[in-house]
């Protein structure tokens, strides 16, 4: 490796301390817009905000994943030592596998420094872009996590070859995605309201950019000709509100402890999903939006309160589809 060459001796910057200032200064130094706070490094990369309502937002989609799956992922892992965990928000999904795994170490990467200082001393944040090449090296995870990285992703493939790379033969991936369309069994859920409209201008935003949403019935096959074996998908569906009904303690016409349980997992699932969604709305639709779209704040506004109308009336029967896809790196190459 051949040194360049300088005109004087003098040192990189003026102290290894202004310089980490410096960096620090740059990433810290958040963009405001539309009364957002939004990430500073690689700003407009990721286009939803990362304030206190954010934040709060990410924090109850994990509690309401947690309730849909039962548990914090559903790949066969067993006994992991090195974990990561892609985009991790608050890092609150990094932690609870931290004191799950206690001989792991959990790393979680995103754009935003904006988990706590006070974590398990088996987990570390990192400042740091999925998208740009890797450098953990070969063979390094047992297991690899991906949660709602929507509208950020233009080249899913490449994510998984990473991914891919990354993991240790015998060690999984698995990718949690959510739907913009909406779904309705009964006929109820006017589909040509206001949250499909909604839908469907968000989803054309990012096609736009060239980071189209991803689909769940896609990500089976995309994990497969990345090379991932026993791949498997699981559905959940996400009620727009507190809608439904346990169907089988209405026909028996009286409740036995489990079915009460079932009914109350059930009501708490919809009321975390309306609460999710209706927490995180405005910081879903505005950027993408204003920025791509060039659509005024008062014109977004106008859109969101036909929609927070249509998800939170209990006679419209809807649900949105969330994907968990996971997949193993083969044992043997």
Known sequence: MEADDHESDSSYGTSVATDTTSIKSDILNYRFENGRRYHAFK???????????ALDQMDIEHHNQSLMLGRLHMSPIKDPLEILDVGTGTGIWAIDMADAYPAATITGIDLSPTQPSWVPPNVRFEVDDFTDEWTFGANHFDFIHCRFLYGSVADEPALLREAFNALKPGGWLE???????IYCDDGTFPMDGSYTRWAEVLTSAFD???????????????FENAGFVDVQVKVLKRPTNDWPKDQRMKEIGKVSLQSAEATCKLNRISQFTYFNFMKGLEGFTMGPFTRILSWTQEEVQVLLAGVRKEFGKRSYHGYQKGWVVWGMKPSVP
């Open 208 to 222: 736009k950019i060239g980071r189209p949403w991803p689909k769940g019935p896609d990500l089976k096959t995309l």
């Open 43 to 53: 700003a407009g990369a990721y286009l939803y905000p990362n304030d206190e309502d």
């Open 175 to 181: 990718q949690n995605e959510v739907e913009t369309a």
